[in-house]
């Protein structure tokens, strides 16, 4: 019988989804243009409510501290998480309100490339499924900051060490991840 002491912790939890439903082997290409023998699917997990609860509850532990205004991520595969992070604050008594960000504006409406209560000086925190070269997170990093957004961070669920660290540190983010690929035996 599991008792609370044996019970696994929630990275433990989430390391385990990570490894059963999003780690896929074959000939990919990567969003990077890269390409790869190893491809983590983590909308595989992050599309998962019990995963996607993990998700969101241990990036806010890492987003808290650095006082985030917002959450934003770009459309498609932050979307999940960019939820996950605003539930998980509000949880917590937090308003910490979310962010979409489109890989172009709307031709229609109100023409937005950010969606969501954005405001000028807002502290945002970016977050991302995968990190690769970082060019996804920078996409959304440069359309908050376009609408006059300070970017906090970028936080991902997985860092594949393929440059995006260095990318980040360049611009000046903080940058940190839950996994990378050996922590998921890959």
Not at 16 to 35: C, E, N, W
Not at 123 to 147: H, L
Request: proline letters at 3%; aromatic letters at 6%.
């Amino acid at each position: 019988m599991n008792t609370p002491e044996t019970q696994p912790s929630a990275r433990e939890r989430l390391r385990s989804g990570l490894i059963q439903f999003a780690v896929k082997r074959g000939d990919f290409v990567l969003a990077s243009g890269q390409k790869s023998n190893i491809y983590v699917d983590v909308r595989a997990v992050s599309l998962r409510g019990t995963y996607l609860r993990l998700i969101g509850e241990l990036l806010w532990e890492r987003i808290r501290p650095a006082g985030a205004q917002a959450v934003g991520g770009l459309t498609l595969g932050a979307d999940p998480i960019v939820a996950a992070v605003t539930i998980a604050a509000a949880d917590q008594g937090v308003d910490c309100p979310a962010l979409i960000v489109r890989k172009s504006s709307k031709e229609h409406g109100t023409g937005r490339r950010v969606e969501g209560p954005m405001v000028s000086g807002m502290r945002v925190a970016v977050v991302e499924d995968v990190a690769t070269t970082g060019g996804s997170a920078q996409t959304a990093a440069d359309a908050i900051i376009a609408c006059g957004g300070t970017v906090i961070g970028v936080y991902a669920v997985l860092d594949r060490h393929a440059g995006a660290s260095e990318l980040f540190a360049a611009r000046g983010w903080r940058f940190e991840s839950l996994f990378s690929l050996s922590d998921i035996g890959v």
